[in-house]
T-cell receptor
Framework: GENVEQHPSTLSVQEGDSAVIKCTYSDSASNYFPWYKQELGKGPQLIIDIRSNVGEKKDQRIAVTLNKTAKHFSLHITETQPEDSAVYFC????????????FGGGTRLMVKP | NAGVMQNPRHLVRRRGQEARLRCSPMKGHSHVYWYRQLPEEGLKFMVYLQKENIIDESGMPKERFSAEFPKEGPSILRIQQVVRGDSAAYFCASLTLDAGDETQYFGPGTRLLVL
């Protein structure tokens, strides 16, 4: 089955700096890659997603890039703010829309004021 | 439109008891997923259901665990004869696929503690 690796497991940045989180996946048939943000005591919330027919997607301060050949995708957060502090998860899904998500292990992002 | 609702939010059980976790999907969503999250880990898929049908239960332990999503009412994840290793956060997600929306929307989770 699919396996998703995520790095780093913790990331500390100064407010205003950029943060980059990287994920690799094993199944070349994966075609949907969402990113979730999880705050303490809450459920994951989707922040951005990308399909395999697109190389890059941007939404304000957040962007995701996908390299299908290398089977890796990355989350970029620019101009970080203290409220960006949370755990971020990447995920991958194989096949038809609606199939299960395989999650990475998570990255705890701390933005220092 | 209310989000995905889960109850209870916290559940304490003694070893050997049964745990019932409920999930009400977003309005109009007919696909439900259950995931388990151990402390400091990512979410692990358990089961995918549509109304009255189990689509994929490849992540569900073969014994003690069952799930249903009846025609009426919430989806239920049932854990019989709980053991300490069942302590985790259990998240439900729902999806519609209407208009090409393939986002899985997550509920706040149920935190199960087995004493």
């Amino acid at each position: 089955g699919e396996n998703v690796e995520q790095h780093p497991s913790t990331l500390s940045v100064q407010e205003g700096d950029s943060a980059v989180i990287k994920c690799t996946y094993s199944d070349s048939a994966s075609n949907y890659f969402p990113w979730y943000k999880q705050e303490l005591g809450k459920g994951p919330q989707l922040i951005i997603d990308i399909r395999s027919n697109v190389g890059e997607k941007k939404d304000q301060r957040i962007a995701v890039t996908l390299n299908k050949t290398a089977k890796h995708f990355s989350l970029h957060i620019t101009e970080t703010q203290p409220e960006d502090s949370a755990v971020y998860f990447c995920a991958a899904s194989v096949g038809n829309a609606g199939n299960m998500l395989t999650f990475g292990g998570g990255t705890r992002l701390m933005v220092k004021p | 439109n209310a989000g995905v609702m889960q109850n209870p939010r916290h559940l304490v059980r003694r070893r050997g008891q049964e745990a019932r976790l409920r999930c009400s999907p977003m309005k109009g969503h007919s696909h439900v997923y259950w995931y388990r999250q151990l402390p400091e880990e990512g979410l692990k898929f358990m089961v995918y259901l549509q109304k009255e049908n189990i689509i994929d239960e490849s992540g569900m332990p073969k014994e003690r665990f069952s799930a249903e999503f009846p025609k009426e009412g919430p989806s239920i994840l049932r854990i019989q004869q709980v053991v300490r290793g069942d302590s985790a956060a259990y998240f439900c997600a729902s999806l519609t696929l209407d208009a090409g929306d393939e986002t899985q929307y997550f509920g706040p989770g149920t935190r199960l503690l087995v004493l």
